[in-house]
């Protein structure tokens, strides 16, 4: 059982930055992919960036440089760091885990209820 709880959006002028957090129960035995993804109006979904047990991390392109995923895994909350934020940047951010290989085509099954980032 996964349960997924995002905070952090909210309005921020470009070139700002911003963190976003993920509650995390998970009572599985092993550990899922965990990874934030976005949806803008009108655009498919799009994962941006995943994280393994082990710590290791992977980008879409159109955020390397820019985001940082990252674990407390003493709070167990997934954090999204961004900086440099752009209007491109605006859409709905979801916090996601999935099974399998951890990249970003993850089959992602659990999905938080998403929290909003608007820049302007």
């Known amino acids: 059982h996964v349960q997924l709880v995002e905070s952090g959006g909210g309005s921020v002028q470009a070139g700002g930055s911003l963190r976003l957090s993920c509650a995390a129960s998970?009572?599985?035995?092993?550990?899922?992919?965990m990874a934030w993804s976005r949806q803008a109006p009108g655009k498919e979904r799009e994962v941006v960036a995943s994280?393994?047990?082990?710590?290791?991390?992977t980008y879409a392109e159109s955020v390397k440089g820019r985001f940082t995923i990252s674990e407390d895994n003493v709070k167990k909350t997934l954090i999204l760091d961004i900086r440099g934020l752009k209007d491109d940047d605006t859409a709905m951010y979801y916090c996601?885990?999935?099974?399998?290989?951890?990249?970003?085509?993850?089959?992602?099954?659990?999905w938080g209820q998403g929290t909003q980032v608007t820049v302007s």
């Open positions: 996601t885990a999935g099974w399998g290989h951890c990249d970003l085509q993850t089959d992602f099954i659990y």
């Open positions: 998970i009572e599985t035995i092993r550990r899922p992919c």
């Open positions: 994280i393994d047990g082990d710590g290791r991390s």
